[in-house]
């Protein structure tokens, strides 16, 4: 039995914006009638996420919705799932994807963003029709039936998510796109799943293991989508597995959500928490995750593993992780150490998740280990956009900085990086170089520019290249536009380059 975390209770506000709309070539007495609610489902100091549901109150089914709305000075959104984004200065206008844009009538379609800034949306519009009411005002207390379930803030409890009425099969239906409400019909669909389909989760807890082992292709993604509310969780590992991690049966590791040799796929919007290890890609190169939040779990949070290149993971939070073992508590994992290479290494021996792009994710805070660690071997990776809250990093097992950087070629640029107790923390970003083969030299080639380091007083530099002389030909290069504050000894340790 997993240990039991304490957690204290979420708190939400929600807030509810409303407009009818009669589609000018429907006839007068068939027509949909749409209304847009947006929910602020979880709130942090800096931000919140949202929930909207676009919901047809009337006798004809619509197809296709628009929502817009504008953001006052200061909050900006920073994430979104399940719609398509665009942006004129503080105006955002939201249109549905392929596969939500049809409302039945008495149906809901929806999508999710997360705000940078606490300011609520105005001037709302459905379908170019304004909002009842003009700027929406806050609801004290929303009811079940008026905004989807709050989804948990940074340290929810347990409960905080119902669990989907169970049906009585576990057989999803075949289509396009597969609406899914129990861990049964979950796990069918995973099984089941072919290039080009949808797999949506409705809001809810899915108990269980996870496994993808389905391919998608390069034009025909394998989409697993769901709200915040929808939550993947694990209690095992429990069975026998192999010295070597691969599906068997019997056997279940604790992951949230594996994906084991399954290309092309997209994950969007949901929920991983309370499992051993939160997502693992593993020989699935071209996995797009967008939108999730990955929390409470024992090890790390997101792992690219056995060569899952050209990986990407944006628009994410990601907290909470290392509960059992602060020291392999990354926030993202990108490759394997070469210790573990005898099981991992799929390319000439090492482990080559290159490629993989972070950008624009929330890491931390409850991080115990580094929030993104960049393992020997890959190369070619871009870490950019993301903000990394470094509160309770543990110190263990070397993890004492944001990122270290044991690959080579990667650019990193734009993060926004702040430490404060409580915990263990030595610079903000570093550099080291193991030794495995001379076909993959280490730690090299790196840039970093444009990033922005608040140390707390604590942290020597922001940027510690570990050496030079292992990287002739190859050196990592610190640009002048990076910033710090807080530092004990400056911005970084070697020639800064302008």
């Given amino acids: 039995m997993r240990r039991a975390i304490p957690a204290a209770a979420a708190t939400a506000a929600a807030v509810l914006i409303a407009a009818g709309l009669l589609t000018p070539s429907a006839r007068a007495d068939a027509a949909p009638v749409l209304t847009a609610s947006v929910a602020r489902a979880s709130v942090w100091s800096t931000g919140y996420g949202a929930e909207v549901t676009v919901a047809n109150g009337g006798d004809a089914p619509a197809s296709g919705w628009t929502v817009e709305f504008d953001l006052p000075e200061g ?86 998510t119902p669990t989907p009425t169970p049906t009585s099969t576990t057989a999803p239906p075949a289509g396009p796109v597969v609406d899914v409400a129990t861990a049964a019909e979950l796990r069918a669909a995973l099984d089941s799943a072919t290039p080009g389909r949808t797999i949506r989760l409705a809001p809810g807890e899915y108990r269980g293991s996870f496994v993808a082992q389905r391919a998608g292709t390069a034009d025909r993604p394998i989409t697993l989508t769901g709200p915040r509310t929808a939550v993947l969780v694990n209690d095992g590992p429990s069975g026998s597995g192999p010295s070597c991690p691969v599906p068997t049966a019997g056997w279940d590791p604790g992951y949230g959500l594996w994906l084991y040799r399954a290309p092309h796929w997209n994950l969007e919007g949901f929920t991983v928490r309370d499992s051993k290890k939160g997502v693992v890609v593993d020989a699935s190169p071209h996995v797009t995750a967008d939108g999730l939040h990955v929390h409470r779990v024992e090890e790390e949070g997101v792992h690219f593993r056995r060569s899952s290149a050209d990986g990407v993971l944006r628009d994410s939070t ?46 931390g805070p409850g991080v115990a280990a580094e929030a993104v660690d960049v393992k020997e071997g890959t190369s070619g990776g871009t870490i950019r956009g993301n903000t990394f809250d470094g509160r309770g990093i543990s110190g263990q097992n070397s993890a004492d900085s944001w990122i270290d950087v044991k690959g080579v070629d990667y650019l990193i640029e734009g993060n926004t990086g702040t430490f404060t107790a409580p915990g263990t923390f030595a610079n903000g970003y570093e550099t080291h170089n193991p030794v495995t083969t001379p076909a993959f030299p280490n730690g090299c080639g790196n ?20 050496s030079t002389s292992k990287c002739p030909g190859r050196l990592n290069v610190v640009h002048a536009s990076n910033t710090v504050r807080g530092a004990t000894s400056g911005l970084t340790n070697i020639a800064v380059t302008p």
């Fill in 75 to 160: 909050t900006s959104v920073s994430g979104h799932w399940s719609a398509t984004k665009t942006q004129s200065g503080r105006h955002y206008t939201f249109t549905s994807v392929s596969w939500n844009g049809s409302v039945a009538p008495g149906g809901t379609q929806g999508f999710g963003f997360n705000a940078s800034g606490l300011g609520l949306p105005l001037n709302c519009t459905v379908n170019g029709a304004p909002c009842a009411g003009g700027s929406p005002t806050p609801t004290p207390t929303p009811t079940p039936s008026s905004t989807p379930t709050p989804t948990p803030t940074p340290t929810p409890t347990p409960s905080s």
């Fill in 447 to 466: 840039v970093w520019r444009g990033n922005s380091s608040d140390l707390g007083g604590v942290g020597a530099y922001a940027v510690r290249i570990t």
């Fill in 318 to 363: 990601v907290e909470e992780t290392g509960l059992a073992q602060p020291g392999y508590g990354e926030g993202v994992y990108i490759g394997s150490a070469g210790s573990n290479w005898g099981c991992h290494g799929n390319e000439g021996g090492a482990d080559r998740s290159d490629r993989v792009l972070v950008e624009n994710n929330r890491i």
